[in-house]
């Protein structure tokens, strides 16, 4: 009873606090929409291609002009226009000067290209579709050796006509940036518990409180365990009303396995808290702690995917990625959610909470020593 | 019955020893008071007694319980008023007397009533839902006290109550003590204002460098300075006295000048009759004398008489 009285007096007097409120509501909400909003165009997994325009010439009689005539009007479709010419100087110098994007020659011995290197993407995509229609002209040169009547059929075949093929090696469903922002803030935010926790006992002290606590018929477990639960409650209902605006609110996607994100989220608030309390007993000064978990945050959330996408953890951040518990959760919340993949979530959660009891082992015996809190 | 006893109690920080070999004990019903300057070790001793700091040597026995062997005992019985504000500046006057009074035991409608019996004995009922950040410091010493006397401990302990308030909110709280007193409960007072121990307390302790140097009741400590007397004078400027030259006068023994309210004390044998000549002094001298009053002594003089320094630095 009395441990419940501590932690309900520690959440009435954190939810009174409006700086607790902006720390850990408000700043992390706006922080969603802003980064959401802002970056969204960094999530789009297709690339718009306009102004594709390319030079051809035609050098003689050719048998392959004719099935050229249909691959340029296939690749119409695909946003390519190719625009006859017959000055082959003129046409050089306009596509060097980047006004084309390349001068296709069509000759009795094949196709050459002539294109500008400025444009990589559309050079790339230029080469990949005139390979298609090359291969596909050989293959009519080799049907007709042996057959003959079959020709035509080759170079009409128009369900064949694919010269740009999508092919994606992710298959799953990817985030978009307010779904990616949403666990990451909410992440973030869990995380965030930690300086607000270093003062859970050292705040007793500094308003002289620890006096009437230490004086009252209550042992220090029960008041360490009502400060610390009081902790995990408060940022637990902080992280409950970010998940319930970003996904009514925001749209964001939390995926069909709500229960075991909230318990990956959860892991990661005792970790927070525990981490805050034992830190407090750890270090003396009051400057120094704070400067510690300011950056011990910091460096977690650059390191861990927090403000921007982690696709290569190796090439990325390495080993720092790897240590943040806010990389572990991101990863393991986003394989939850697009993946329906539950092991990462498990390893997070033994991870948090293996640490955690570490923590809050260090602060008992830490306080047992003490005379006081 | 014996409220609290302390048996050789001895405290060290280090090689410091800030509470040496110290002996007394208070009776139900008493207002004792532990008076010293500044780090004469009282609020050491009183952390001890309310079981905040461990001894090194000796028994604190509280209601003739060991608190050695019966911490909750002894703590459910005490209620302290630490010398700084502890209150939540968060939370109402009515929630930190109900939290606090809440970790003694008390539940339900008991512990409202207790507390709004606190706040009314220390008159914050009409502020019971105001935030003591918006109180004077008067008033936050005021909500301190209701928030150790709402479960009714037999022991009460205020350590230097009155500390940098007003004098009406210093009054409302010396008064507060004796109503405690009359209604039951045994209070330790700590103060190095030597007027407001004198004021309240039925026996008084003195207290320097950790040890007890005299006690027992006002009449018995003054006893000890059977042979002096004060004189007190007020003049219209100090520039001018000499004192070396009032030591000369025979009987005098001790001249103390207070240079910012112009007043000289000079304490004499009391045996001796130089009222005459002391004050033939500040005519000769052209000083003219505003006030002139003979006290007898008090706590100051006999700390001043026992340790050869005042009780607050000047």
Redo the contacts between chains.
Sequence with gaps: ??TL?IAT?EI??SL??KRTLVFLLAFPICLMLILGLALSNAFNSSIKIEDFRVLYLVKGNTEVEQAFHSFIKEAKKYGVQFIRTNDEIDAKKAVKENKYVGLVEVTDQGIQLYENNANAIKGSLLKGMLKTFADKVNLATTVAKTDPGKVQDVLADSGQNNYVQETSINSYKEPHAMDYYAVAMTNLAAFFGMMSAVYLIRGERQ???D????????SKMEILSGKVLGGILTNVLCMLIIVLVSKWVFKANWGDHLAVVFLVLLSEVILAVSLGVGISYMIKTDNTVNAITMVFVQVAAFFGGSYFPIDDVDSFGGIFTRLSPLYWANNAINKVIYLNDMTPAVHTMMWNLGIAVLFLLISVISMRRR??L | MKVLEMQNVTKKFGDFVAVDNVTLSVDEGEIFGFLGPNGAGKSTSI?MI?????LNEGKIKILGKDISKS??FA??N?G?V?Q????????TAF?NVK??A????L?GEALNERVEEALEFVGLSDKAKSHPKDFSGGMKRRLNIA??IAHRPKLIILDEPTVGIDPQSRNYILQSVRKLNEMGCTIIYTSHYMEEVEEVCTRIAIIDHGKIIAEGTKAQLKSIITNTKDVWVGVTSCREVDPDELKDIAGVQEVQINWEDNVIKINSAIDVNNLNKIIRYFINHNIEIRSLEEKAPNLETVFLTLTGRNLRDK
């Design positions: 009873m009395k009285s007096n009435k007097q009174s606090n308003r002289k409180t006096i009437r606590l230490s004086a009252a018929p209550i005379e006081g | 952390n309310a079981g905040l700091l461990r911490n909750q703590k459910k005490i302290i630490p700084d504000i502890a209150i939540y500046e968060e939370l929630e939290f606090f809440g970790l003694y035991g539940r928030c150790a």
